[in-house]
């Protein structure tokens, strides 16, 4: 019987996959899997009966991952699985932006059951004249699941659309419309367009990206869209250059004491993969992967360990290790069987930066005995039996 812990509320058609195998818990202090959104794992104790996290979402930054690495804890996101949901968001806040039309529903709101209103609104509306984003210029950071739809929309609404993505992916760049102008540089993006999305993971490259020498080099009014994480930010900078009128407007997903209520800051809840459609998506791509790994030890969509997939077992036993990428793993798992006369039909061994994964499977039944081996070598950080 395996044990999951969901930290957060997870859509009942990605629960409902679970057998009878498995049962949901409380407690993450003797838990064999976790399901999180965004709650934080930062500051809690990892139990030993923990093999994996799976986060039900794209972000990761809520996830200890390198602490989870070395305690041979799985962690798995779910790529795209909520991309349409903050594609969505995101066209629907240029808008939003363009039109000022946050501040004219607020300010209707303000005249509260005014007898008048019909006749003020047609005397007033002229202070909240927009824009049109036809023909205006977005740059999009990031072309990854979420970019790259966005890039596409916008271009369909007939704005012109700048990409920048040193990284991209070979999928990515697939899918992505020719239409869309490649930019080599950030400074690019930065200096040529009207609207800047961005759409990167918050990491130590990432983080205050925006600041006030990247505004310096904005077109005046510029509106940012930030949908990734607030750190990637400078709040007092954004501040600033809202105040100096080099920022016309600061959309964001992330509400933080620093940005709530500052004048030109549309703040939205966290939003973005809020909808039932991707909720659904995630939480049925998280307990796929869940289940494949901890039923047949299989990893896909790992940000700490490596793609590794041998299928089902057709063997007497299987074993899972997880363990450092150093040199002599290899030979010292499978001396340990060719000790005991073991024959090892088939196995698989890959490995991510620091980490590694290998699977065996063995002709004889795998026992505590042989786990209890295997974790004695240095190195090792989990074994798992899994037939
Ligand atoms: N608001 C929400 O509800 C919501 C939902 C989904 C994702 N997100 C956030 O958006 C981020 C992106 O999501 P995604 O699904 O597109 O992820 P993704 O991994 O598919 O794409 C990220 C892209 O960023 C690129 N990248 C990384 N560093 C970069 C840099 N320094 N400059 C330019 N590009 C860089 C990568 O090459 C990749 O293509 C997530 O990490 C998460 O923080 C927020
Ligand atoms: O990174 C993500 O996937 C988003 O920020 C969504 O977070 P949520 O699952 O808490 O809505």
Redesign the pocket.
């Known amino acids: 019987m395996f044990k999951i812990n969901c930290m957060n509320a997870i859509a009942n058609v990605g629960l409902d996959l679970f057998t009878d195998n498995y049962e949901l818990v409380d407690n993450f202090n003797d838990t064999n899997a976790v399901i999180v959104r965004s709650s934080s794992v930062h500051d809690l104790e990892l139990p030993p009966s923990l093999v994996a996290i799976a986060r039900a979402?794209?972000?990761?930054?809520n996830i200890p991952l390198d602490k989870c690495a070395e305690s041979g804890v799985v962690v798995f996101n779910t790529?795209?699985a909520?991309?349409n949901?903050?594609k969505e968001?995101v066209i629907a806040s240029l808008i939003i932006a363009a039109r000022n039309i946050v501040g004219g529903v607020n300010w209707v709101n303000s005249c509260g059951p005014d007898p008048e209103v019909a006749k003020l609104v047609e005397k007033k509306k002229s202070k909240f004249v927009g824009k049109e984003i036809k023909g205006r210029k977005l740059g999009v950071?990031?072309?990854?699941?979420?970019?790259v739809l966005v890039a596409n929309a916008a271009n369909k609404l007939d704005m012109e659309v700048y990409g920048?993505?040193?990284?991209?992916?070979v999928d990515?760049a697939w899918n992505l419309s020719k239409y869309i102008k490649h930019s080599k540089s950030?400074d690019e993006i930065f200096r040529e367009c009207d609207f800047i999305t961005v759409?990167?993971?918050?990491?130590d490259?990432?983080k205050g990206?925006f600041n006030n020498e990247t505004f310096e080099i904005m077109k005046d009014g510029v509106v940012i869209l930030n949908?990734?994480?607030d750190t990637l930010v400078r709040d007092e900078d954004m501040i600033e250059a809202l105040g100096s009128g080099k920022v016309g407007s600061y959309v964001t997903?992330?509400p933080n004491p620093m940005v709530c209520g500052v004048e030109g800051v549309i703040t939205i809840p966290?939003?973005?993969?809020?909808t039932s459609e991707s909720e659904d998506n995630c939480a049925v791509m998280a307990v796929r992967q869940l289940m494949d790994y901890l039923e047949n030890g299989n990893i896909r969509n790992s940000v700490n360990y490596p793609t590794c997939d041998m299928g089902v077992c057709m063997q007497i036993g299987r074993i899972a290790i997880n363990h450092k990428n150093i040199p002599n793993m290899l030979s010292q798992f499978t001396s340990t069987f060719a000790r005991e006369n073991i024959n090892i039909p088939d196995m698989i061994n890959k490995s991510k930066g620091q980490y590694g994964y290998t699977i065996l499977d063995i002709e004889a039944p795998a026992t505590p005995e042989f786990a209890q081996k295997l974790r004695e070598i240095d190195g090792v950080l989990k074994v798992r039996i899994i037939k």
């Open positions: 979402g794209a972000g990761v930054n790529p795209g909520n991309a949901g903050v968001m950071i990031g072309l990854g699941a979420v970019g920048y993505d040193p990284f991209i992916s990515a950030l759409h990167v993971p918050s990491t490259e990432t990206m949908f990734s994480r997903d992330f966290h939003l973005g993969a809020s």
